[in-house]
């Protein structure tokens, strides 16, 4: 049973295991009715499901495997990453924008102690599936894919973003009604070349709609735990005052920040017969520099992006670490301030001009980054001077976050700013 979730294949094997340990015979996964499958659950839980216990956690994922195995089968599901849930992805499906997390369908069924519930979330999967086969559309259908659902829902990209501690307390301390006011008359002010009629219409329905079904005689600050994506956006619309561009994590921590930390060396270690052959077959300069040439600085090796330590990250407002896995991160300034102080871009640039003569010299041919290698190296750098300038100038009261965002969200994020910079600028009236 198959899938591509990794782990989950492992956890469905183990299920399988042990099911036939307790039972005395093997079960038929694929086919056996989830009440057949639940009498032997029961004798592996001993009990009623605890989901903070890791041995009923296993047993869940190995459910999870095999629920998510089915749809696929059945209904064309398919996988796609998405760092937030607990199986490190989630399932879609490709006639409707529809997301399942099997995992929590699961602990969803094991706590009311019923796994028969998971053909009512299938039938209701079928029942939504089939609305939107059949609904009038004016164009041809689109084929939802892995990578569109990716896109769309997964926090994979991040950003840097400086708070005002000023503006923040006032973020918590407005009603609700207050709030939807201003953010009406922000987008009223900003201009149809910076973001359309529709996406404004369409950015007012949906926050200050949000807004509106809070209690409106509670502060926003006190219902945070209610709406914390609300909460997150809010925040980077009123009290965020600067912000760097948006990239992969993965670029973050494996080039940007070790790019930073390893400095701007003008001399290399030794090259072994394997990097100079990984360069003469085109492995590009920056890699090959990341990985041969050590830090000139240590980082914390366990630390957030290999950079920040764990013990200091904190979130901006209590609730939010009680709604699922926080978008919004504070990370220490200090982490980053002394090493960005000395950052000199042109020096770095010279650096890695050197290390590709280096490389040259030592493969005996000419070697220079491809043009994907040599975009990735101008866009660490183009980050790097980035967040200098961001913490260069900050107050030192000012919080630095990371902010987590979908690529959609990215993509997205100039018109974000022309209504930040609406809401935090001049209201100007001009007279008739």
């Known amino acids: 049973m198959a899938s591509s979730a990794g782990h989950l294949d492992a956890a469905t094997q183990q299920l399988a295991v042990s099911l036939e340990r307790v039972t005395g015979a093997p079960i038929d996964l694929k086919s056996a009715s989830w009440a057949d499958i639940e009498k032997g659950v029961i004798r592996l839980l001993m009990g009623s499901f605890r989901p903070e216990q890791p041995e009923h956690q296993l047993v869940a994922l190995g459910l999870a495997g095999v629920f998510a195995d089915r749809l696929i089968a059945s209904d064309q599901a398919f996988w796609f990453p998405h760092r937030e849930a607990p199986e490190g992805g989630m399932l879609g499906f490709p006639e409707a924008v529809l997301m ?80 939807s006011a201003d953010l009406r008359a922000a987008l009223a002010r900003v201009s149809a070349q910076r973001m359309s009629t529709e996406a404004k219409a369409q950015f007012e329905q949906q926050i200050a709609g949000s807004l509106s079904r809070l209690d409106p005689a509670r502060s926003f600050g006190d219902q945070v735990g209610l709406a914390p994506r609300l909460a997150e956006l809010m925040l980077t619309l009123v009290a965020a005052t600067k912000q760097t561009g948006s990239a992969p994590d993965e670029f973050w921590e494996q080039a940007v920040f070790p790019l930073l930390f390893t400095g701007a060396p003008t001399t290399y270690p030794p090259l072994d017969a394997q990097d100079i052959e990984a360069a003469k077959q085109g492995v590009d300069p920056l890699a090959l520099f990341l990985d041969v040439v ?115 969200e990215a993509l997205s994020d100039t018109a974000l700013l022309s209504v930040r910079e609406a809401m935090q600028g001049p209201r100007i009236i001009l007279a008739p």
């Open 100 to 179: 399942l997390s099997p995992f929590q369908a699961v602990v969803e069924a094991l706590v009311r102690g019923k796994l028969e519930r998971l053909d009512e979330v299938r039938a209701d999967i079928r029942r939504t599936l089939a609305q939107a086969r059949f609904a009038p559309t004016g164009a041809a259908p689109v084929r939802l894919r892995p990578e569109d659902y990716a896109r769309l829902f997964d926090p994979g990209f991040l950003q840097f973003l400086i708070l005002d501690p000023r503006r923040t307390k006032e973020l918590w301390e407005a009603k609700p009604s207050v709030l």
């Open 294 to 408: 050590p830090y000139s600085s240590p980082a914390p090796e366990d630390g957030l992006l290999g950079v920040f330590p764990m013990q200091e990250i904190d979130v901006p407002h209590p609730s939010l670490a009680q709604g699922g896995v926080p978008r919004l991160l504070v990370v220490p300034k200090a982490a980053l301030q002394s090493k960005l102080a000395g950052y000199d871009l042109r020096a770095t640039r010279a650096s890695l001009d050197g290390f590709e003569k280096y490389l040259s010299e030592k493969a005996g041919k000419p070697i220079a980054p491809s043009g994907p290698g040599k975009q990735m190296e101008d866009a660490a750098l183009a980050l790097l001077a980035e967040l200098k300038g961001l913490l260069g100038g900050a107050p030192a009261e000012a919080q630095l976050v990371m902010r987590r965002l979908t690529e959609t």
